[in-house]
């Protein structure tokens, strides 16, 4: 099966950086992935993604600019390098995957078979 374990969450500053890392195992080495975010009281949000191959990705445009994904299929790691963040970022980070080999990205967590259990990221004004 697969397992995703996000790292890299903490508390920063308006402005500062994160990188948020997803280690995943099974066939996502294959499989489009994403990063995904719920605030408390708030619905889960996409947030950005990433075709299986690298080749293509996609941002919310909350994020577009600040935020970068990309992933290194030989150790089998998604990341988000988060820059320049914002109070409003804060939230849980959820990364997850599409159970179809060579999948496309998606916006809609439902495409997404896998999750991680998430990393808390809190940046203070």
């Known amino acids: 099966q697969v397992q995703l374990a996000e790292s890299g969450g903490g508390l920063v500053q308006a402005g500062g950086s994160l990188r948020l890392s997803c280690s995943a195992s099974?066939?996502?080495?294959?499989?489009?992935m994403g990063w995904f975010r719920q605030a408390p009281g708030k619905e889960r949000e996409f947030v950005a993604a990433i075709s299986w191959d690298g080749s293509t990705t996609a941002y919310a445009d909350s994020v577009k600019g600040r935020f970068t994904i990309f992933r290194d299929n030989a150790k089998k790691m998604v990341y988000l390098q988060m820059n320049t963040l914002k109070p409003e970022d804060t939230a849980v980070y959820s990364c997850?995957?599409?159970?179809?080999?060579?999948?496309?990205?998606?916006?809609?967590?439902?495409?997404?078979?896998?999750w991680g259990q998430g990393t808390q990221v809190t940046v203070s004004s």
């Open positions: 099974g066939r996502t080495v294959s499989s489009a």
């Open positions: 997850a995957a599409r159970s179809l080999l060579y999948s496309a990205t998606s916006r809609d967590p439902g495409a997404y078979d896998y």
